[in-house]
Structures are given as structure tokens and as C-alpha cells.
């Protein structure tokens, strides 16, 4: 059974400039949700995603935008890269309908650089 | 607004100590969940243990064990006989629940545990 996967690992940009973040959710999980994680801190809810609208968002500006696809997998997206979003951006994925379905379960993250 | 608080940052035990590790919460909703997660030096957040609101029953898995208290808003964690593969930093996290689904989670700042042979 597949868990959480995200791509790429690792990913350099420059100031100003755009990047397109993947993932795929763990097998029957149709929830995902993201999350930012500067060093040294905790992640930071972004935003989720559920039937491939945004169901619920963190305190992140507009610049952060995702979607959904049919086949529940989810782009994140960052406008105009600042030096502050360099970070590890984690997806989690999870089943909507209650129990333990519900609980989020975490790819090993993209680690961007914004230089 | 929800909030969770690690006041440790770091902790250092000898192998073989028991260490607990201390999780504060802050909520007003009456449905909610609270979670541990443990974070190697990989970066992958992984998932220990769930709670939910109603239900106040401690927790033994092995050498870990969990102990929530809603009159004092705690869901503390301890370790037993703990290992050098215990080194890591650990997350306690809180979400509600809303529209027919869990909400996103709200993360502590976490507490590093370092473990020494």
C-alpha cells in the first residue's frame, strides 16, 4: 500500500519566480491537505482540499493557490517567491467521513529554496 | 482560535530514562482532536497516536503511553525505558471538526528529544 508521495524532493528558485509543488494521496484517502515548515518550527496549516475545491485555509496569502485533480491527487502553487517561503512543504492525506479515517497522514516533504 | 503549546524545547535523558513530554491545547470547539506526531531527522512527519474530545481513556502501545485530561487541557506523552531511537523531535497538533469533516491541523512548535547511549 502506497503512502503519501510528493515531488519533487528538492527544488531552488530565485526571488520572484513561480513553483508548482505534487502530490499524491495514500490509497483511498480523498483529502489532502498542505502545510509550510520553516526551520526549526511547526508546520503551518496551508490550506485542504476535499472533491477538488479548497475546503478550509490557513492564514496564507493569496500568492499560495492549490488545486485538486479527479483522481484526489493536489498542486500546490507559490506567486512571486519571497525569501521567507523557503521552507519544507508537507502534504498530509486523510478520508473525510470520520474515525481514524480522518487522521492525516504525511509525505516526506519538498524542501524549497528561495534564493 | 486554536493553539497548542510545547513548552519544552528540548530535552536530553541518558537510554533507559522515562521522559514525558508535555502538550498544553487551547480550543473552543467541543469536537476536536488531538494528535502526536513524531518527526525524524528524515523530515517525514509520522503519526504516534489520535484522541478525540470524548473520549478521555489513557493509552499504552508498547513503550509509549499518552495521558489526556480535558479539565486541564493536557495531552502529555511519555516514553518508558526510552532508546537511542527515540531521538527525534515530537509534535503535538489539534484540530476541530466542522462542515462533516476534521479541520486542518494546528501544530505545537514541537520538543526535541535527544536520547544518549
Known amino acids: 500500500d502506497a503512502g503519501v508521495t510528493q515531488s519533487p524532493t528538492h527544488l531552488i528558485k530565485t526571488r520572484g519566480q513561480q513553483v508548482t509543488l505534487r502530490c499524491s494521496p495514500k490509497s483511498g484517502h480523498d483529502t489532502v491537505s498542505w502545510y509550510q515548515q520553516a526551520l526549526g518550527q511547526g508546520p503551518q496549516f496551508i490550506f485542504q482540499?476535499?472533491?477538488?475545491?479548497?475546503?478550509q485555509r490557513g492564514n496564507f496569502p493569496d500568492r499560495f493557490s492549490g488545486h485538486q485533480f479527479p483522481n484526489y491527487s493536489s498542486e500546490l502553487n507559490v506567486n512571486a517567491l519571497l525569501l521567507g517561503d523557503s521552507a519544507l512543504y508537507l502534504c498530509?492525506?486523510?478520508?473525510?467521513?470520520?474515525?481514524?479515517?480522518?487522521?492525516?497522514?504525511f509525505g516526506p516533504g519538498t524542501r524549497l529554496l528561495v534564493l | 482560535a486554536q493553539k497548542v503549546t510545547q513548552a519544552q524545547t528540548e530535552i536530553s535523558v541518558v537510554e533507559k530514562e522515562d521522559v514525558t513530554l508535555d502538550c498544553v491545547y487551547e480550543?473552543?470547539?467541543?469536537?476536536?482532536?488531538l494528535f502526536w506526531y513524531k518527526q525524524p531527522p528524515s523530515g517525514e512527519l509520522v503519526f504516534l497516536i489520535r484522541r478525540n474530545s470524548f473520549d478521555e481513556q489513557n493509552e499504552i502501545s508498547g513503550r509509549y503511553s499518552w495521558n489526556f485530561q480535558k479539565s486541564t487541557s493536557s495531552f502529555n506523552f511519555t516514553i518508558t525505558a526510552s532508546q537511542v531511537v527515540d531521538s527525534a523531535v515530537y509534535f503535538c497538533a489539534l484540530s476541530g471538526y466542522s462542515g462533516g469533516g476534521a479541520d486542518g491541523l494546528t501544530f505545537g512548535k514541537g520538543t526535541h528529544l535527544i536520547i544518549q547511549p
Open positions: 480550543t473552543r470547539d467541543t469536537t476536536y482532536y
Open positions: 498530509a492525506s486523510s478520508q473525510q467521513g470520520g474515525g481514524h479515517q480522518e487522521t492525516q497522514y
Open positions: 482540499y476535499y472533491e477538488e475545491e479548497e475546503r
